[in-house]
């Protein structure tokens, strides 16, 4: 994937910045303009940065490196996912536990409990267990596969780690520059660019243009569907629509056998009065 238009950027709302009185001193080199009190992104440092990302997550990956990516933010989980798996990276979008980074060999205990687990539970003498004890088992890997599902192949530190949205995960950032890990990440103007390695200016609170900038810095076709819990949503209308077809012609059979009979009673009833009364 090419690095996005202006037009495609604009049309995302990648260029809305922040009211004016939260712009971080650091990142007014970003604004293109204020407008109604609202910092407008210059666009084409967000297709400069985008351009530079590019080249340093293909370098990365090139050489084997492990880059992390990171997305807590609801409106951005699915996204994060499917592109750290168009690269077979890991990703982080749950939860960013304090000392992830810098108490790692903890969190490699813990990813090394869950796939022990996740192996138990496949061989037969997980089929021989209580069905209490068994359940205990398959919570505590639903709990640790949920926070830690996407990190399961992570054997050390992340060479890099590309972050959806810097407002969200401040922890990350702290941790990263404290191990002098390299951070790629989208930046808002209130955030501080200085504490960044390769800051992308843009939006981060509009889901479609970081969307956009995440395909756009691993290249991912844009064409590929991403998919989420709403994509569930149509399977379950459709067997409602085969059930409504299926009724319809039942209820519109009997409208019509009841109302045949009023039709040839009501003559007869008039006919009998006339001749009463004469």
Avoid: C
């Amino acid at each position: 994937m090419p690095v996005p238009t202006l037009l495609e950027l604009a049309e995302s709302g990648a260029h809305f910045g922040h009211h004016k009185s939260m712009v971080y001193p650091k990142a007014q080199g970003y604004i293109y303009s204020i407008k109604n009190n609202v910092a407008l992104i210059n666009l084409e440092q967000t297709q400069d940065a985008i351009s530079r990302a590019q080249k340093v997550i293909g370098g990365a990956l090139a050489n084997n490196q492990t880059v992390l990516f990171v997305g807590t933010k609801r409106s951005t989980r699915e996204a994060t996912k499917a592109v750290a798996e168009s690269v077979n990276s890991p990703y982080i979008t749950e939860r960013w536990y304090g000392g992830t980074l810098t108490n790692f060999s903890t969190m490699l205990g813990n990813i090394k409990k869950m796939n022990e687990i996740e192996a138990f539970l496949a061989t037969e003498a997980a089929s021989k267990l209580t069905k209490k004890d068994r359940l205990v088992k398959e919570n505590q890997f639903k709990r640790l596969h949920r926070f830690l599902g996407g990190l399961a192949k992570v054997t050390k530190l992340p060479d890099l780690i590309v972050l959806a949205t810097a407002s969200n995960d401040n922890i990350a950032i702290q941790e990263a520059n404290q191990l002098s890990i390299p951070v790629l990440a989208i930046t808002d103007t209130d955030i501080n660019p200085a504490k960044i390695t390769y800051p992308i200016p843009a939006n981060d609170d509009a889901p479609r243009a970081v969307e956009l900038i995440l395909r756009a810095i691993v290249e991912m076709p844009a064409g590929e569907k991403i998919p989420s819990t709403k994509s569930q949503i149509p399977n379950k209308g459709e067997e409602v629509e085969e059930i409504t077809k299926e009724e319809k012609p039942k209820k519109v059979t009997k409208a019509k056998v009841a109302t045949k009979p009023k039709a040839e009673k009501k003559p007869a009833k008039k006919v009998v009065a006339k001749k009463e009364k004469k």
